[in-house]
């Protein structure tokens, strides 16, 4: 049994920090060995993920939130082996960029992470100009590895890492998808003033705002139901914790749960799609 994970990462730093990312897996590199697919989009602290299933989720990041790694050598550092160490092979140019060459074995890796190697090697190219990996590929081989997460077995695992543009124009972009609630364009569902949007998508949003929780049920039973959205009293309901609120227009049908989030102390709305009869 096979399998391969392939990871491609976009990064840019102006005219404002941005990266995609694309993860794609078949057979052991997937989830129960099906094809999957993930792709994630971060613009400043804006990111966007789609786990393959067409649904884009919207999500906020806080401003001090690093951007992800490029890639499993800088996740994992012990893939990682020292020029000094390593057997210089001379000068190549790989990808478009002059690159000094080195070789390794098993010698020099301690990658306990992915459990005792029988056997490996690898090679290396650092940019001459900028002192960064070209390229990475390493071959290992043992008899209880990790071949998958949570599989271990005997096995071989091959590992490619190529950046292949570097200082050149690109352009990323958030998906062209509408993400408001059924029966809302993005960015058309009505709030209070100064929420915070935290996660939104078509089935599954939520918010954050100042406004104590029985202001924000007067909000949406007045707002809603100006836009022709009828209040369907006999669903929702009221504890000491939480509102439920249950609206329809039409095919439309979204339920609203207001509660105190505990983490900041303002007013949680989350706003969650019911199936209509």
Same mark, same amino acid.
């Given at each position: 049994?096979?399998?391969? &994970?392939?990871?491609?990462?976009?990064?840019?730093?102006?005219?404002?920090?941005?990266?995609?990312?694309?993860?794609?897996?078949?057979?052991?590199?997937?989830?129960?060995?099906?094809?999957?697919?993930?792709?994630?989009?971060?613009? =400043?602290?804006?990111?966007?993920?789609?786990?393959?299933?067409?649904?884009?989720?919207?999500?906020?990041?806080?401003?001090?939130?690093?951007?992800?790694?490029?890639?499993?050598?800088?996740?994992?550092?012990?893939?990682?082996?020292?020029?000094?160490?390593?057997?210089?092979?001379?000068?190549?140019?790989?990808?478009?960029?002059?690159?000094?060459?080195?070789?390794?074995?098993?010698?020099?890796?301690?990658?306990?992470?992915?459990?005792?190697?029988?056997?490996?090697?690898?090679?290396?190219?650092?940019?001459?100009?900028?002192?960064?990996?070209?390229?990475?590929?390493?071959?290992?081989?043992?008899?209880?590895?990790?071949?998958?997460?949570?599989?271990?077995?005997? =096995?071989?695992?091959?590992?490619?890492?190529?950046?292949?543009?570097?200082?050149?124009?690109?352009?990323?972009?958030?998906?062209?998808?509408?993400?408001?609630?059924?029966?809302?364009?993005?960015?058309?569902?009505?709030?209070?003033?100064?929420?915070?949007?935290?996660?939104?998508?078509?089935?599954?949003?939520?918010?954050?705002?100042?406004?104590?929780?029985?202001?924000?049920?007067?909000?949406?039973?007045?707002?809603?139901?100006?836009?022709?959205?009828?209040?369907?009293?006999?669903? =929702?309901?009221?504890?000491?914790? &939480?509102?439920?609120?249950?609206?329809?227009?039409?095919?439309?049908?979204?339920?609203?749960?207001?509660?105190?989030?505990?983490?900041?102390?303002?007013?949680?709305?989350?706003?969650?799609?019911?199936?209509?009869?």
């Amino acid at each position: 049994t096979s399998g391969t &994970i392939s990871m491609t990462v976009e990064y840019v730093q102006q005219p404002q920090e941005a990266q995609r990312i694309l993860m794609e897996g078949t057979g052991l590199g997937a989830e129960d060995g099906k094809a999957g697919r993930m792709e994630a989009i971060r613009i =400043g602290v804006t990111t966007w993920t789609n786990l393959g299933d067409g649904n884009w989720i919207q999500s906020s990041e806080d401003v001090t939130a690093p951007f992800q790694s490029a890639g499993l050598i800088f996740d994992t550092p012990e893939l990682l082996v020292s020029i000094n160490d390593a057997r210089a092979l001379g000068v190549e140019t790989i990808n478009g960029l002059s690159s000094d060459h080195y070789a390794f074995d098993k010698r020099q890796l301690n990658i306990t992470s992915i459990g005792d190697m029988d056997d490996a090697q690898g090679e290396f190219w650092i940019a001459r100009e900028g002192g960064f990996i070209v390229r990475y590929l390493l071959q290992a081989r043992g008899g209880d590895i990790e071949l998958s997460e949570g599989q271990r077995g005997e =096995g071989t695992i091959a590992l490619v890492y190529d950046v292949l543009e570097t200082n050149r124009p690109l352009n990323i972009r958030a998906p062209q998808v509408d993400l408001g609630p059924p029966g809302f364009a993005t960015g058309e569902f009505p709030l209070p003033a100064g929420a915070e949007t935290k996660l939104t998508s078509r089935n599954f949003s939520s918010f954050l705002t100042a406004q104590s929780p029985a202001e924000v049920v007067t909000f949406y039973q007045d707002k809603l139901a100006a836009s022709g959205w009828g209040l369907l009293p006999n669903e =929702g309901f009221a504890s000491d914790e &939480i509102t439920s609120l249950v609206f329809q227009k039409g095919s439309d049908k979204i339920a609203l749960s207001i509660t105190i989030d505990q983490g900041s102390g303002r007013t949680q709305i989350l706003v969650s799609v019911e199936a209509a009869p």
